[in-house]
């Protein structure tokens, strides 16, 4: 009687050594996957709070930064000192340092106000652009930054001394004037129902009396004047 032969070690499967080591590059692989889709999931979120993800208290961050900031850039059609800050309830535009995110550049031309899809968005575009023009609704060369969706109503009013060098009150409009408004309020609603919350933001913009510039031309910087 034959016994049969053992056969070749090829065909015996796996030792248990050989599948604790699998085994544990299976797992190791695993973990690196999860790690890069957490991080992955971190940066879109923390980009989605730049760009508008229905996060109000992003979207008020942004605002002050740049209002806070605001550059007294005054016009250059104009004899007298005319500063580039001109707004209604439904848009403001103003010249501020560009956003974080873009980096270091020349003052940025900015323009706030809600579209008719109820996105409340902030313009930008290089001060220096000759396509640009504050009192223009022309969009021809600004970059768009959705700060939030889904807002029904915008209104912003400034505070300061009325036209006729009156007391200082909160006024609708603010069109050529020699300063920028002392204080700015930006109020946004939303539609029945939505359960986001926007707190009254009221902006000082960190410009004094005498801090009126002209923007330069070689180097970008604001020129006093």
Do not use: K
């Not at 001394?161 to 700015?184: F, I, K, M, S």
């Not at 939303?190 to 009126?212: E, I, K, M, Q």
């Amino acid at each position: 009687m034959t016994v049969p032969s053992s056969p070749p070690a090829r065909e015996r499967g796996f030792t248990l050594i050989e599948l604790l080591v699998a085994l544990g590059i299976l797992a190791m692989a695993a973990s690196l996957l999860v790690a890069g889709m957490a991080g992955t999931w971190f940066a879109a979120r923390g980009h989605g709070s730049e760009i508008g993800d229905g996060d109000v208290a992003a979207a008020q961050r942004i605002l002050r930064a740049r209002i806070e900031r605001l550059t007294p850039v005054t016009r250059d059609d104009s004899a007298n000192p005319i500063v580039q800050a001109d707004g209604d309830q439904r848009l403001f535009s103003f010249v501020a340092p560009p956003l974080d995110r873009l980096g270091p550049d020349t003052p940025q031309s900015f323009r706030l106000f809600l579209t008719a899809a109820g996105d409340l968005v902030l313009f930008s575009a290089n001060s220096l652009d000759d396509r640009i023009d504050l009192r223009d609704r022309s969009m021809v060369g600004w970059r768009p930054t959705r700060l939030l969706s889904g807002a029904r109503e915008l209104e912003i009013t400034y505070f300061g001394p009325t036209r006729d060098a009156g007391p200082a009150r909160w006024q609708a409009e603010w069109r050529d004037r020699p300063r920028p408004p002392a204080l700015v309020r930006v109020r946004v609603r939303f539609a029945s129902g939505d359960r986001r919350v926007w707190p009254d933001l009221v902006v000082r913009p960190r410009t004094s009396s005498t801090a009126n510039c002209r923007i330069l031309t070689v180097t970008g910087d604001c020129g006093q004047l």
